[in-house]
Every structure is written in structure tokens, then in C-alpha cells.
């Protein structure tokens, strides 16, 4: 079955790394995406990962994919202000265009 | 390139009117996909056109309906509408309606039914 899961709500100091942590059950997945979104805002691409890769990274963000566990990370180095915000994860299932998202994590940087 | 446009940003209906959102793609961009976000069940897919075709739809009542014009704009409509539509629509376009194309997302329409 579909089904994204997602902690709630994340704190973290200026400067510090964040960890969002995301759990997916359909283990056909093809594609996981990371997107942001602030307040009054539609969604960001942060970034996305194969389901046959490991790790991605992309400057400050860095993506580790544990299919055994079907868990999926998103890492923020150097957690800045301007990084608060919602974070969802979502999966395309066979490749399908129909993105399951998780319910959101909020990212809140404390200066 | 300009992003994805939603017309209009804010809307106010009471229940049992009908509603028209509209969506303009990315410049070159063939497929648009449409969510709705609420607090309670979060993002959920509406469904998605290619070429002026329904590809995709998920699990919505028909009152719920869209399409797309030959420019890849595309309007959803809400028909009877009911407190629970309240939400944010979110349009999506991509280039083409491949599984390796990135989703990009406009600003939503805030729908609000009284």
C-alpha cells in the first residue's frame, strides 16, 4: 500500500546539521522527492533520488535512501533561518505521475 | 522563464456554487498535475493532463473535473461545492509526462467555502 510517514516537527540551532527523516512502505518506488514549502507558498523541488541509489548530495543537502528499511533522509548542513519551513517527502510509485506525499515535517531554526 | 501561474490566489465561495481554478505551465511545459493540501489529509493528487488528455486521476468524487486547452493551460472546476473543499490547490507542470521529469509547483489557490 501507499503510505509516507513523516515526524511532525524538527528544532534545531543556527549552524547546526538537521536530519528530516521520512518512512515509505511500497517498496515499488521508483522516484523520492524532497520539497519545501513556506508559509503562503506552493512547493519547492529540494531535491530528488533513484531508488536504485544510496546517497545524493547537492551542496548543503544530502540524501541517503535505505530501501532495506524503505527510510529516507534529508540532511541540511549549515541549518540557516531562511531554511525554516515545511518539509515533505513523496514518492512515485512504478513511476507513476500521482506523487504520494508524507504529511510535512516543520524545520524550525533558532537563531 | 516564468514559473507556474494559479489565477485567482484567494478565492471565497458559500456551498453549492461551482468553482473554475486556473493554471498556466511553465513556458514549454506539456503536462500539469493538480493537488489539493488541507491540514487533515495533507497533499493529495487530483489528477493530471497531457497533451489535452486525462492521464492520471485519484480518488475524488466527480464533482471534481478538469482540463486542458492546446497551450497546456489547464482549469479544474469544483462543482456543488462543500465545506470540505476548502483547501489549497496546487497545479504542477513538468515538460513532458515521463517519470524522470521534475514536478514544478505555482504559489496554489486558497479556496475558501462558507
Known amino acids: 500500500g501507499e503510505d509516507v510517514e513523516q515526524s511532525l516537527f524538527l528544532s534545531v540551532r543556527e549552524g547546526d546539521s538537521s536530519v528530516i527523516n521520512c518512512t515509505y512502505t511500497d517498496s515499488s518506488s521508483t522516484y523520492l522527492y524532497w520539497y519545501k514549502q513556506e508559509p503562503g507558498a506552493g512547493l519547492q523541488l529540494l531535491t530528488y533520488?533513484?531508488?536504485?541509489?544510496d546517497m545524493k548530495q547537492d551542496q548543503r543537502l544530502t540524501v541517503l535512501l535505505n530501501k532495506k528499511d524503505k527510510h529516507l533522509s534529508l540532511r541540511i548542513a549549515d541549518t540557516q533561518t531562511g531554511d525554516s519551513a515545511i518539509y515533505f517527502c513523496a514518492e512515485s510509485i512504478g513511476g507513476r505521475r500521482a506523487l504520494t506525499f508524507g504529511s510535512g515535517t516543520r524545520l524550525q531554526v533558532q537563531p | 522563464k516564468a514559473g507556474v501561474t494559479q489565477t485567482p490566489r484567494y478565492l471565497i465561495k458559500t456551498r453549492g456554487q461551482q468553482v473554475t481554478l486556473s493554471c498556466s505551465p511553465i513556458?514549454?511545459?506539456?503536462?500539469v498535475s493538480w493537488y489539493q493540501q488541507t491540514p487533515g489529509q495533507g497533499l493529495q493528487f487530483l489528477f493530471e493532463?497531457?497533451?489535452?488528455?486525462?492521464?492520471n486521476k485519484g480518488n475524488f468524487p466527480g464533482r471534481f473535473s478538469g482540463r486542458q486547452f492546446s497551450n497546456s493551460r489547464s482549469e479544474m472546476n469544483v462543482s456543488t461545492l462543500e465545506l470540505g473543499d476548502s483547501a489549497l490547490y496546487l497545479c504542477?507542470?513538468?515538460?513532458?509526462?515521463?517519470?524522470?521529469?521534475?514536478?514544478?509547483f505555482g504559489p496554489g489557490t486558497r479556496l475558501t467555502v462558507l
Open positions: 493532463y497531457f497533451s489535452e488528455t486525462q492521464r
Open positions: 533520488i533513484f531508488s536504485n541509489m
Open positions: 513556458s514549454g511545459h506539456r503536462s
Open positions: 504542477a507542470s513538468s515538460l513532458t509526462s515521463g517519470k524522470t521529469d521534475t514536478q514544478y
